[in-house]
């Protein structure tokens, strides 16, 4: 199984500012077939489903605020927010889908400092 | 709009069993694959099983193998889970998601599985 690991698991960011949260695969979740990244980036709220932010690592869901950025390939990823507002609070997990079971990450939870 | 609404969860004790479903609407049902995904409580996010849009492929995380049967009914729109010889470790939330080409882009709401004696 494909192991998916993040850091930080806290993170305390002040209104406005940048945050970045890693995640990095215990082998590529590269395709060589369509050179995409099996990547993607959920947020979750207490109380409420899991919400996709991002998928082939680096794609935006419709919808979702463009202060949210995922970029990295291979092994290495990062989700970023640009300007960390009040309702970005939340833990959020990356997860592969390169090959089945399809794993996630440990978590984040991101609070505001 | 995409809903999916998940049921059947509830109290049960070890060593038995429970029926998830998840009706579904608003897409075409038959072209998807669809996922469950559970969180226990205070965990993270468990990736559990995931079925091919004609049954006819399955995947399962390693702790529920032989225990979890994932299904669906494309007439009825929906996906189940059968869950049998359940542990206390298998409480959690339980979600279906809808699985668009590598992601789960629409999930239902959640229903709660409580495994204790």
């Known amino acids: 199984d494909i192991v998916m690991t993040q850091s930080p698991d806290s993170l305390a960011v002040s209104l406005g500012e940048r945050a970045t949260i890693k995640c990095k695969s215990s082998q590529s979740v590269l395709s060589s077939s369509n050179n995409k990244n099996y990547l993607t980036w959920f947020q979750l709220k207490p109380g409420q489903p899991p919400k996709l932010l991002i998928y082939w690592a680096s794609t935006r869901e419709s919808g979702v605020p463009d202060r949210f950025s995922g970029s990295g390939s291979g092994t290495d990823f990062t989700l970023t927010i640009s300007s960390l507002q009040a309702e970005d609070v939340a833990v959020y997990f990356c997860q592969q889908y390169f090959s089945p079971p399809n794993t996630f990450g440990q978590g984040t939870n991101l609070e505001i400092k | 709009e995409v809903q999916l609404v998940e049921s059947g969860g509830g109290l049960v004790q070890p060593g038995g069993s429970l029926r998830l479903s998840c009706v579904t609407s608003g897409f075409t049902f038959s072209n998807y694959w669809m996922t469950w995904v559970r969180q226990a409580p205070g965990k993270g996010l468990q990736w559990v099983a995931n079925?091919?849009?004609?049954?006819?492929?399955?995947y399962y995380v390693d702790s529920v193998k032989g225990r979890f049967t994932i299904s669906r009914d494309n007439a009825k729109n929906s996906l189940y889970l059968q869950m049998d010889s359940l542990r206390a470790e298998d409480t959690a939330v339980y979600y279906c998601a809808r699985d668009a080409d590598a992601r789960c882009d629409y999930w239902g709401q959640g229903t709660l599985v409580t495994v204790s004696s």
């Open positions: 079925i091919k849009r004609d049954g006819s492929e399955e």
